[in-house]
DNA sequence: AATAAAATTTAGGTTTACCTAAAAATTATA
DNA sequence: TATAATTTTTAGGTAAACCTAAATTTTATT
């Protein structure tokens, strides 16, 4: 079965969508695609045709197990090529998203195929995001926001989520990225700002929007 | 300037077909493209607006030197990726065309800088056709027709050319590939074919068909 | 529960890239 | 050189994926 490039990144958005607020809206939906809510109802009646969506007129929706399969290849194809970018070509994590959603729609399996064994069939992508495998399996590990993880307990970054800002140069800065070891020495209720500590290094201030997009195993 | 995926198509099918017949004609690259002529026709005054192409109603046209440059981006990026394909992901040459036809219109420019570093900036791609480097300069080397070398030289083959067909199992048979140093001992007029003697190897019979799609360096 | 607000869908357009069939221009042939 | 054949263009249509504005349905509020 084929699925347009527009249908793949409309599939893709729900399944984000869904992994966060369980069934989706019209409007989220075209929030999120950058898209008006009418343009949205009609790729949802060509979606329902093709049994993708679970769809009611003025309802909320979600995909179809069929739906879901297609959404976790096209996001094993985006992370794959994230990871071939910044692993093999040299990209840095916060400038590869734009490019792999472009090669995420190269068709061929037998390429993806290769692609995974060639990377060593990676399970996290640079953002710290889990690459599903061939079947479409996730390997989930607890990603704990920096904010809520407990005081003075050494934790390790495992996740990064750039929105689009500039964190990127703050965390250079700070020479934090994924595998980096700190702890939280302290938290200023007052702007949300955390003192951490990283190894061989004198505490420094991260502030809290910072510290919101670092996710951590304890 | 942005150029949509079927422009890039018509800039790099018009590319072609002037590299080989100097002007190209609607019918032609309506027949290169899988289009009927009026769709060209309509293509080409998009083009000519873009200032793509030297065109007047009813007469043959070609690229400009704009649509030049264009068509030896979309080139170069279509080759490099072949030759990523096969020299990394361990495709065989005849599998990839398909592959880079889809992965040649992604838009980035560092992608393809990082790409050519990546796979130390290859002059030529796994069919022996020259990649054009970042200026859109192409190494040209003669490619002499197998059938149309001297008889009882050593040549060493530098490109094949597979039609779509099955040509790439013979040559397999045959163990004959880019870089295969051979003689042509004989020519058959009757039917075309070669008698070949490659190293170590008893002399082969192949057919003018085959001959016919092997180049090589005298 | 009635009404206001918000969300969603429908109706009717647009653009891109195709198409067929008919008309026009060019080229080849008798 | 007139006419036939071929090539190319024009005219008019279609499907995908978008849009705005108006209508409808759902949800929230008084």
Redesign the interface.
């Given at each position: 079965m084929y699925f347009s490039e527009s249908e793949e990144n409309y599939i893709k958005e729900i399944y984000h969508i869904q992994s966060v607020q369980g069934m989706v809206s019209t409007n989220a939906l075209a929030g999120a695609l950058g898209a008006r809510a009418a343009s949205v109802t009609e790729m949802l009646k060509k979606l329902q045709k093709k049994k993708l969506v679970h769809y009611k007129p003025y309802k909320n929706f979600s995909l179809t197990e069929l739906g879901n399969r297609v959404a976790l290849e096209v996001v094993r194809k985006h992370r794959l090529w994230e990871y071939f970018?910044v692993h093999?070509?040299?990209?840095s994590w916060h400038?590869v998203h734009?490019?792999a959603e472009?090669?995420e729609?190269?068709?061929?399996r037998?390429?993806i195929q290769?692609?995974d064994h060639?990377l060593g069939s990676p399970a996290f992508d640079p953002h710290g995001d889990p690459i599903p495998d061939k079947n479409g399996k996730l390997k989930i590990i607890k990603q704990n926001r920096l904010t809520e993880v407990p005081l003075r307990k050494w934790v390790i970054v495992n996740a990064l989520k750039e929105q689009g800002g500039h964190m990127h140069q703050l965390l250079k800065h700070y020479d934090i990225h994924i595998g980096t070891k700190l702890k939280v020495n302290k938290k200023f209720d007052f702007d949300g700002s955390l003192e951490i500590k990283m190894d061989k290094q004198t505490p420094a201030i991260i502030s809290g929007e910072v510290a919101k997009n670092i996710y951590c195993t304890v």
């Amino acid at each position: 079965m084929y699925f347009s490039e527009s249908e793949e990144n409309y599939i893709k958005e729900i399944y984000h969508i869904q992994s966060v607020q369980g069934m989706v809206s019209t409007n989220a939906l075209a929030g999120a695609l950058g898209a008006r809510a009418a343009s949205v109802t009609e790729m949802l009646k060509k979606l329902q045709k093709k049994k993708l969506v679970h769809y009611k007129p003025y309802k909320n929706f979600s995909l179809t197990e069929l739906g879901n399969r297609v959404a976790l290849e096209v996001v094993r194809k985006h992370r794959l090529w994230e990871y071939f970018l910044v692993h093999k070509l040299g990209f840095s994590w916060h400038e590869v998203h734009d490019i792999a959603e472009e090669m995420e729609h190269v068709s061929s399996r037998e390429l993806i195929q290769r692609l995974d064994h060639y990377l060593g069939s990676p399970a996290f992508d640079p953002h710290g995001d889990p690459i599903p495998d061939k079947n479409g399996k996730l390997k989930i590990i607890k990603q704990n926001r920096l904010t809520e993880v407990p005081l003075r307990k050494w934790v390790i970054v495992n996740a990064l989520k750039e929105q689009g800002g500039h964190m990127h140069q703050l965390l250079k800065h700070y020479d934090i990225h994924i595998g980096t070891k700190l702890k939280v020495n302290k938290k200023f209720d007052f702007d949300g700002s955390l003192e951490i500590k990283m190894d061989k290094q004198t505490p420094a201030i991260i502030s809290g929007e910072v510290a919101k997009n670092i996710y951590c195993t304890v």
